[in-house]
């Protein structure tokens, strides 16, 4: 294949990329603490021998393309009422055990009381602090600063735990699961701290985090890859048009 060819068809397969992860975040604007993706690109070298200078050069053999989500940045909170609802102000993520006992990480949501007692994540996650609700208990609280606290049948209240927050050491370990779940990858660490402190933020009861997704923002970005897109798909086209023309000429 023509090297015109090549370098089309890399752009084409890079731009495709950014569309899907554009109609992605749009897809999720409306899903509670979704964080947008950002994509970003950068160059893959090969080296190749230059023989009459005995020297090598580097060139262009295609394109890698990095979603990681904008976790860094802040979804607006919307007050709901509902105490079964938690949300997170600032940057840090609430502990979950996964399958296997594998650590989650979790932006908040709708809690419940699971069927063993314990506090978890409507889903059935549990909480990793392992917050275990009296059987009389009526209701629940979550001061900002973790504390939990279950109301009993009688009226009277009882500290039942406390919550911390967690990040990753490294933006870059951290991958999305479904679910708006998160999980740091193998040999990524973690940073837990209570909230308020190492700017990890604080806990909102009766509250759901929005997604950071910026309409405005996405459609303008839709249009820049589409464009890129359509351009490489022209390119294609005049590359495969001279190949015809040449072909025909050998004839």
């Given at each position: 294949?023509?090297?015109?060819?090549?370098?089309?068809?890399?752009?084409?397969?890079?731009?495709?990329?950014?569309?899907?992860?554009?109609?992605?975040?749009?897809?999720?604007?409306?899903?509670?603490?979704?964080?947008?993706?950002?994509?970003?690109?950068?160059?893959?070298?090969?080296?190749?021998?230059?023989?009459?200078?005995?020297?090598?050069?580097?060139?262009?053999?295609?394109?890698?393309?990095?979603?990681?989500?904008?976790?860094?940045?802040?979804g607006q909170l919307?007050?709901?009422?509902?105490?079964?609802?938690?949300?997170?102000?600032?940057?840090?993520?609430?502990?979950?055990?996964?399958?296997g006992g594998k650590?989650?990480?979790?932006?908040?949501?709708?809690?419940?009381?699971?069927?063993?007692?314990?506090?978890?994540?409507?889903?059935?996650?549990?909480?990793?602090?392992?917050?275990?609700?009296?059987?009389?208990?009526?209701?629940?609280?979550?001061?900002?600063?973790?504390?939990?606290?279950?109301?009993?049948?009688?009226?009277?209240?009882?500290?039942?735990?406390?919550?911390?927050?967690?990040?990753?050491?490294?933006?870059?370990?951290?991958?999305?699961?479904?679910?708006?779940?998160?999980?740091?990858?193998?040999e990524g660490q973690?940073?837990?701290?209570?909230?308020?402190?190492?700017?990890?933020?604080?806990?909102?009861?009766?509250?759901?985090?929005?997604?950071?997704?910026?309409?405005?923002?996405?459609?303008?970005?839709?249009?820049?890859?589409?464009?890129?897109?359509?351009?490489?798909?022209?390119?294609?086209?005049?590359?495969?048009?001279?190949?015809?023309?040449?072909?025909?000429?050998?004839?």
């Amino acid at each position: 294949m023509s090297a015109a060819l090549e370098i089309a068809a890399v752009g084409m397969r890079a731009h495709q990329a950014a569309l899907d992860t554009i109609a992605g975040n749009i897809s999720n604007m409306n899903t509670t603490a979704y964080k947008r993706s950002d994509l970003r690109f950068s160059e893959l070298l090969s080296v190749a021998d230059v023989a009459d200078t005995k020297q090598s050069a580097d060139f262009v053999s295609g394109v890698l393309e990095v979603a990681t989500p904008a976790y860094g940045i802040q979804g607006q909170l919307d007050v709901t009422g509902s105490a079964n609802d938690l949300a997170i102000d600032g940057q840090g993520f609430l502990e979950l055990i996964g399958p296997g006992g594998k650590t989650l990480l979790w932006r908040g949501g709708a809690l419940k009381v699971l069927e063993d007692g314990h506090l978890g994540t409507a889903s059935g996650y549990m909480l990793k602090a392992a917050i275990a609700m009296p059987q009389d208990a009526t209701s629940f609280a979550i001061a900002r600063d973790g504390t939990v606290t279950a109301v009993i049948a009688s009226g009277e209240t009882e500290e039942v735990g406390r919550l911390d927050l967690a990040r990753p050491a490294d933006g870059a370990d951290l991958v999305r699961l479904d679910g708006g779940l998160y999980q740091v990858a193998d040999e990524g660490q973690l940073l837990a701290a209570k909230p308020g402190d190492e700017g990890l933020g604080e806990l909102v009861q009766a509250s759901l985090e929005r997604s950071n997704v910026d309409l405005n923002r996405e459609m303008v970005d839709l249009l820049v890859a589409q464009r890129a897109y359509a351009a490489n798909a022209q390119v294609l086209k005049a590359a495969d048009e001279i190949n015809g023309v040449a072909n025909g000429l050998r004839r």
